[in-house]
């Protein structure tokens, strides 16, 4: 078996369905490509695709609880026999080529991460009654061109507002999920009429190129809608993380560790990835979920890349300028290693501190403060340094990005 597909679903039937089905056209030998799919307990139809009949191995594992993004991606990945284990979500619809250009990856480098983030779409296969108005108004920007979709939803305003109001009611009113999609159309490829790009990390792959040349955090870019491994690879680094619950880092987490390992990161620009819209919960709802497992994640990996993730939570920084900071960082520690320890010490005080008062919901404020009752020691260190620094014009972005984060109040 070359390669082992690892699907891992939670109530997104028929979406798996379709994504299944998408893996049946694939160019790559469908005789050395399996497919493992592990239920996590779904209360839906998801049950149903147990008998599926497919022209590549398929392995339905059902857990008898829901255990959540991590354990869920493990059982799959101990159950499989390939060479090469591609981890996907169970709503990705994939392009033809998607298997066998990973595979060939691969078979031409070693300790290599493939990623999808900049030919991510997005996709409309289902209609849900559970949709948001976003997700309506984005459907119907898709259609609003079509004659002939247009005439299928019975639309005949001009009105945009008008018509995204009368699709929502047409659907929300059946009370259950329009399907839109045909495997005879998976595998002609019409559903590409229901797709828009939506490109993940698309700031940073323009910016650093398809091999994240002089990019810090690759691993941000690791998102589990689909990436691929060598098998020894994933056994030399271990499994996801199972203490996150709950939303989110998961698989930041475990792409970290790839990075320290010396893995090599690859984004695959040839073969799209589509991920099937489905309902989801406001941000808002999820946030402490994500903020939590941030925290977990600092404690499990006290570095102070890791750390300085709190940035971007704060909305000081984003996904590219951040990098400006982790390359002074890496360099004031070259210069000076006893140094650099104790400025990574010191930061890590103070993005424990934030990522603190985030998961309380308390006031960010005196953060100065909270470093020297810490270690008043450290902070004067810490505070010399940077006044010499930026009295001397030496590593400027990361004395901004200190300044920054100790000015911040919020």
């Known amino acids: 078996m070359e390669v082992s597909i690892i699907m891992n679903s939670y109530n997104k039937y028929p979406q798996n369905l379709y994504s299944l089905q998408s893996l049946k056209h694939q160019t790559f030998d469908p005789s050395k490509m399996e497919v493992i799919f592990v239920d996590d307990a779904s209360t839906d139809r998801t049950p149903k695709l147990r ?58 480098e070693d300790r290599l991460v493939v990623t999808g983030c900049l030919r991510h779409h997005g996709l409309f296969s289902v209609l849900q009654p559970a949709f948001n108005h976003g997700q309506f108004a984005r459907f119907y920007s898709l259609i609003r061109k079509r004659p002939s979709l247009r005439r299928k939803f019975r639309l ?60 810090h955090f690759p691993w941000y870019c690791v998102v589990t809608h689909c990436i691929s491994v060598r098998k020894s690879l994933f056994d030399e680094v271990g499994p996801f993380y199972e203490g996150f619950e709950g939303w989110g880092f998961e698989d930041w987490e475990f792409g970290y560790r790839l990075h320290q390992a010396g893995a090599k990161f690859l984004d695959d620009a040839r073969a799209p990835i589509y991920h099937q819209e489905h309902p989801v919960k406001p ?22 890349a890791v750390g300085v993730h709190t940035m971007l939570l704060l909305g000081l920084r984003d996904f590219v300028s951040v990098n400006g900071i982790m390359t002074d960082f890496k360099a004031l520690s070259a210069d000076d290693p006893e140094i650099g ?49 930026r009295n001397g014009g030496q590593y400027p972005q990361f004395t901004a990005g200190m300044d920054e984060l100790l000015a911040y109040r919020g």
Not at 57 to 73: A, Q
Not at 361 to 379: C, G, P, V, W, Y
């Open 51 to 108: 008998g599926l009949r497919t022209p590549y191995p398929f392995h339905y594992i059902r857990t008898e609880r829901n255990v959540g993004r991590s354990e869920v991606k493990n059982i799959g990945i101990r159950a499989a026999r390939g060479k090469i284990i591609i981890v996907m979500d169970a709503e990705m619809l994939v392009h033809p080529k998607l298997v066998e250009m990973h595979h060939r990856y691969h078979t031409r």
């Open 156 to 215: 005949k305003s001009a009105k945009a507002r008008l018509n995204v109001a009368k699709i929502s009611a047409r659907v929300r009113k059946t009370k259950k999920p329009m399907r839109l999609l045909t495997e005879w159309g998976i595998k002609r490829r019409t559903y590409r009429k229901y797709a828009f790009p939506d490109p993940l990390r698309g700031e940073v792959i323009r910016r650093f190129g398809q091999r994240y040349e002089g990019y």
């Open 283 to 304: 941000y808002s709802s999820i946030r402490m979920d994500n903020l939590k497992n941030y925290q977990r994640f600092l404690n499990r990996h006290r570095d102070f």
């Open 341 to 389: 320890q104790t400025m990574q010490s010191a930061c890590l005080v103070l993005f424990d501190s934030v990522a603190q008062r985030l998961v309380d919901q308390s006031r960010i404020e005196n953060l100065s403060e909270t470093l020297q009752q810490h270690d008043a020691k450290m902070f004067r260190i810490f505070s010399s340094k940077l006044e010499a620094w």
